[in-house]
């Protein structure tokens, strides 16, 4: 979709928040908009306010328990979801009908790019809880025509079994659940690239599925292509990986996406990712900072679509990167070069001070019956590709813990001085 298509859309949806959403109206009257037709062009979009999480967090403490970022009245709001409060107090968010369909249009173009059908079976590997987590993915299923295979509550046991009585075709989760689910079918004998029918895996909530190390993992592990997207639950499912599986498309359908560099605000290559969702009307972000650091692709993409590319993904959080002796390291490139290793069964890493200098340990789980060799390698192959001395440590097989949701792998010791570098 051109800009002004865009453009056109957001002065529609403007017209409606302006007049009724007391937070927005607030943000854009002290900014000099008061009409739907101020933003008339690209230039014009650029000079309207960012908004933070921070923001949004404080307007609910203050109004609770849903802020002031509402566009109708409370009975018109059909759907309440919360964020995962991975990088703060959760934030609570409401759909109306409306909104929850175009949410599961964004879905269906994830559907799409994967190749899923009507005929498809589906299993969401998802506990169902307030967390909008694949909540949504079950709604586009929907829409599409799609079974879905309840499992909420399951155990992974009870959810190979189910992905193997109904000949699942296609299975969703976290990249890190996905594998957790075969290391247990594997530990019960199944190898499941032999004897499941899923033949597309669709993944969110970390980078993994867009990191060659992980995505070959998976798809070794079940037999099956894997595919990145990206959303979250106060802007929703903007990220598409299609057939081609060289990077994430923004949905530029749905959102007005920029990338901007963190310090400066000016459009960049690479940077953060600012975004406007257009479907939302009833609880709507404008210039939202999501806080993920990506960089733009060069070059149309095979597929033909006409919407920009990122590459490789969401390449991490800027405020999970960890400066360790000046060096910005993201958890994504550690796991990148750690699960290269194909003996590497789980890592964990840790950051502390020793007073003078900072310490990056991590922790593996191997399967070689010579378990130092491979930590002696992971911390040559870290030492080669970031310029960074680890102390990388082995652990017997099962002591890591495993994650069904997102994975909290590196932990941050450090004073908070020393964190910010």
Same mark, same amino acid.
């Given at each position: 979709m051109d800009i002004q298509t865009q453009l056109h859309r957001f002065r529609k949806m403007l017209a409606s928040v302006l007049e009724t959403n007391a937070?927005?109206?607030?943000?854009?009257?002290?900014?000099?908009?008061?009409?739907? &037709? $101020? +933003?008339?062009? #690209?230039?014009?979009?650029?000079?309207?306010?960012?908004?933070?999480k921070e923001e949004l967090s404080t307007d609910q403490v203050s109004h609770p328990p849903y802020g002031t970022n509402l566009t109708f009245p409370l009975a018109q709001y059909t759907c309440l979801h919360r964020t995962s409060g991975t990088t703060g107090e959760p934030l609570r968010w409401l759909d109306t009908a409306e909104s929850w369909d175009w949410w599961g249009r964004c879905w269906g173009e994830i559907y799409r790019g994967a190749g899923v059908t009507s005929a498809d079976r589906l299993m969401i590997a998802f506990s169902f809880g307030p967390f909008i987590g694949f909540w949504s993915a079950y709604h586009g299923a929907q829409m599409l025509g799609a079974l879905t295979i309840p499992n909420g509550g399951m155990t992974s046991d009870q959810r190979i079994r189910a992905i193997l009585? &109904? $000949? +699942?075709?296609? #299975?969703i989760a976290t990249p890190t659940y996905a594998l957790r689910l075969a290391e247990v079918a594997e530990q019960d004998g199944?190898?499941?690239?032999?004897?499941?029918?899923v033949r597309v895996t669709i993944h969110a909530g970390e980078p993994g599925a867009s990191l060659p190390a992980t995505k070959e993992r998976i798809e070794m592990r079940w037999g099956a292509r894997a595919y990145?997207?990206?959303?979250?639950?106060?802007?929703g499912a903007w990220g598409v990986m299609c057939a081609s599986q060289a990077g994430l498309h923004l949905n530029e359908?749905?959102?007005?996406?920029?990338?901007?560099d963190p310090e400066t605000g000016d459009p960049a290559d690479e940077g953060e990712l600012v975004i406007t969702n257009l479907g939302r009307v009833g609880m709507p972000v404008i210039r939202y900072r999501t806080g993920d650091y990506v960089k733009l692709k060069s070059g149309a993409c095979a597929c033909g679509r006409e919407s920009r590319v990122l590459d490789g993904g969401v390449i991490g959080r800027i405020d999970n990167a960890l400066i360790i002796r000046g060096l910005n390291v993201y958890p994504a490139t550690l796991e990148n070069i750690i699960l290269k290793f194909p003996d590497v069964q789980e890592f964990a890493g840790r950051v502390y001070g020793t007073g003078t200098l900072d310490e990056l340990e991590i922790q593996i789980e191997s399967t070689n019956p010579n378990p130092a060799d491979t930590a002696t390698a992971v911390a040559a192959a870290i030492r080669d590709e970031l310029g960074l001395r680890v102390i990388v440590k082995t652990v017997p097989l099962g002591t890591l813990p495993r994650y069904e949701l997102k994975s909290k792998r590196f932990t941050d010791e450090r004073p908070l001085q020393r964190k910010a570098g």
């Open positions: 937070f927005y109206r607030q943000k854009l009257t002290e900014a000099g908009i008061t009409d739907p &037709n $101020d +933003v008339q062009t #690209l230039d014009n979009y650029r000079q309207l306010p960012f908004t933070t009585s &109904n $000949d +699942v075709t296609v #299975l199944i190898n499941l690239s032999e004897t499941s029918s990145d997207h990206a959303g979250a639950t106060e802007v359908d749905e959102f007005i996406c920029e990338v901007l």
